[in-house]
């Protein structure tokens, strides 16, 4: 149903008379912009507005792109670390589990750097 706004453009409206909005198209990030998102959020899984307005328009993207993209890269840095697979960041969208750290054997002799050893 459409019913004409007081400014000249029609509206479309659902059956309740509820504005329909269009859904927003998804972006698709070029190789080359997806590389490079990968590589700052592997050195800062945080940006400053100052850093995502410049990588914003390194890219060629909006800043809510940028911002968008990096919250949902962390969520599913987040969902890796809880399934416990540990994802190389490098290529994270291709790259397959890392191996597991080397076991910490805690029952050998060390010395602790940071214990006095005038009280020994």
């Known amino acids: 149903m459409e019913v ?4 000249g453009v ?10 329909i909005r269009k859904k927003k198209t998804r972006t698709v990030f070029s190789r080359s912009q997806v590389l490079q998102l990968e590589a700052t959020f592997e050195a ?31 969520n599913k840095w987040k969902r890796q670390l809880v399934s ?3 994802w190389s960041i490098q290529s994270s969208a291709f790259s397959a ?7 910490v054997d805690y029952s050998a002799p060390h010395d602790d750097p940071h214990k006095s050893h005038y009280f020994s």
């Open 4 to 7: 004409p706004e007081s400014i």
């Open 10 to 19: 029609p509206q479309q409206y659902d059956m309740l008379m509820h504005p």
């Open 44 to 74: 800062k899984r945080y940006l400053s507005s100052v850093e995502r307005v410049s990588l914003a328009q390194t890219l060629q993207l909006t800043e809510t792109q940028v911002k968008i993209w990096f919250q949902n890269r962390r």
């Open 84 to 86: 416990g697979g540990q």
């Open 97 to 103: 589990v890392d191996p597991p750290p080397h076991p």
